[in-house]
């Protein structure tokens, strides 16, 4: 099954549920079906860039901008100890300018501290220079997501301005850096894209697997009104095959890389209300609660529909944690919840 042309098939199949089953096992035997929460700080929606499927695009001028207060995020971290998630993942608009970078560094290292050095710490800000990656994993984060949005060039430049600011090679670049630096690397894939077919998504997998990522996060591309790509809206699967595909990407992942961590995002679950449980029972083992104050959530709009108000609240996670381990998932309170791929290939 490690060839591209098993992996075809596999995309083609129409029943989903032979796949599923065969990632329930092998999450089973090597993840011990625990699934990890870390908690989800949007911490500011200005954005430097402009891709073109992406609500928070520069060229977006509809939309609010915002940067979340430093104590904003510290009550986060405070929620996330709280909560006893263990772990915490700040996502960002793209930004490289010092003032941004120090705000970062800052955060990292307060949230540290506060904790104890109990709070893991997760960014997804974007591509940065190494001695900035340098500095925030100096400051105590010590993973990083990264996706590369499409391995395939072409699709790429498709989805992207073709400029110097938006460069496939730059953004490979990235990974590669981040892996140099020892953080544990996280990249992934958006599925359903126009212009995206199954051979694609196929070398998308293989490219996981060249690389030996340590995590993934997949999701559906779901369309944003106020973006260049929407007027191909008409190229896009169904949200019902996007789900599924999204699905068998997901199981095809697990058996692929059996001890990697694969998030369970939300656009799931604009898609479908249970779909985050969904991608869990297809293999993933990572959620992420949004924690961002209720007054930013629909500043970060990169896709229409994302849920906001009210998601996550104490109700929503109380219910989200029964039916995790309900399916069969030990919810791994207190811990990291490190990639074993990571730390298996450092041993
Ligand atoms: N600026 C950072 C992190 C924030 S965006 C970065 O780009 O890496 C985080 C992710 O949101 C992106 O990697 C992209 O895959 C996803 N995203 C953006 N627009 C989307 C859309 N319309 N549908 C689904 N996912 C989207
Ligand atoms: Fe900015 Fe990230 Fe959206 Fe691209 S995907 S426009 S870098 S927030």
Redesign the pocket.
Known sequence: MNTREDIIELLNLSSIQPLVDEAARVKGEYTSNKVFFRGLMEYSNI?SKN?L????GCGNSDVGRYTATHDEVMEAARIVLANNYASMVI????RSDRDFVKSITRLVGDIKEMSSGRIGITL???EQSRETYKEWFDAGAHRYL??I?SSNEELYYKIHPNNAAHSFKNRLDALYTLRGLNYQVGT?V?IGLPFQTVEILANDLMFFKNFDVDMVGI??????HN?PLYAYRNLIPSKEERLKMTLKMIAILRIMMKDINIAATT?MQTLDPNGREMALQAGANVVMPNLTPLKYREGYA??DNKPSLNEDAEETKAKLEKKISDDGNVIGFGEWGDSIHFKRKQR
């Not at 999701?219 to 944003?224: K, N, W």
């Open positions: 954005c891709c499927y992406c609500g928070l996502q960002s608009g793209e997804s800000c974007g990264l996706r949005e992934g958006m999701g559906p591309y779901i369309e944003h973006t656009a990169i896709y």
